[in-house]
Every structure is written in structure tokens, then in C-alpha cells.
């Protein structure tokens, strides 16, 4: 069965930084594509990041671009999130999603696979 699981969000100011994991287990592949996106209260989910094909491209969204870097370790079977340089308007809950069909990144409506989401939130 199929699972992710993330962890590292929590309360800084703006500025600061945080590092969510999301730990992998039981996908279809070893270096399944994969993605973060985030939910703000009243919005809908918007992608932040992914990493795909064998963990070699990866892919921002314009608001994080330069602040935030996606990366994996293999051996952990685990992806980051490193966001530095946060704003108030990074609030929200994360959210690591797999696709299950490594062809390469195809976003939202591809992921089959999703954590339960870990909150960020970003105080002026």
C-alpha cells in the first residue's frame, strides 16, 4: 500500500525557514515523479515544486521560484522541501503527491498519490 508521509512544517517569521520530508513507501517506482503543492484557507491547491525523471528535472511555480529547492535522497526514499525567505502568502498546508506513472511530471490531475499535509504558517 502506497504512502506518504510528511513532516517539518510549523510557525516562523517572515524570512525564516523550513524543511518539510515527505517519506515514500510502497510506489510504483523507485524515483517516482513527484510534487508539493499547497492549499491556503479558500483557495484552491496550487503546485509549488516537483522533481521527475529519475529525479534529474526539476520544476517552480513563479512565487517560489529562487526561494524554495526540491530535492531527494534515494537511499531514504525520501523528498525535501527547503523554503527559505518566507512571506506570509507561503500559509498554508503542504502537501507531497506521487504520480504513479513515471513519464515525467504531469501535475495535479496525474498525482494518485497524496500525503495527509503538514501546515506552514508564515507570521509578519
Known amino acids: 500500500q ?4 510528511e513532516s517539518g512544517g510549523g510557525s516562523v517569521e517572515t524570512g525564516g525557514s523550513l524543511r ?8 510504483p517506482y523507485t524515483n517516482n515523479d513527484m510534487g508539493w503543492f499547497r492549499q491556503a484557507p479558500g483557495k484552491e491547491r496550487e503546485e509549488v515544486a516537483a522533481i ?4 534529474d528535472k526539476t520544476y517552480y511555480a513563479d512565487s517560489v ?11 531514504e ?4 522541501l527547503q523554503m527559505n525567505n518566507l ?3 507561503d500559509t ?5 503527491a506521487a504520480d504513479p506513472v513515471n513519464t515525467g511530471w504531469r ?3 496525474a498525482c494518485g498519490y497524496w500525503g495527509q499535509g503538514t501546515q506552514v504558517t508564515v507570521s509578519s
Open 87 to 89: 512571506k506570509p502568502e
Open 2 to 5: 502506497a504512502q506518504l508521509v
Open 107 to 109: 501535475g495535479y490531475d
Open 65 to 75: 521560484r529562487g526561494r524554495f529547492t526540491i530535492s531527494h535522497n534515494h537511499a
Open 20 to 27: 518539510l520530508s515527505c517519506v515514500a513507501s510502497g510506489l
Open 52 to 55: 521527475y525523471t529519475d529525479m
Open 92 to 96: 498554508a498546508v503542504y502537501y507531497c
Open 77 to 80: 526514499n525520501t523528498v525535501y
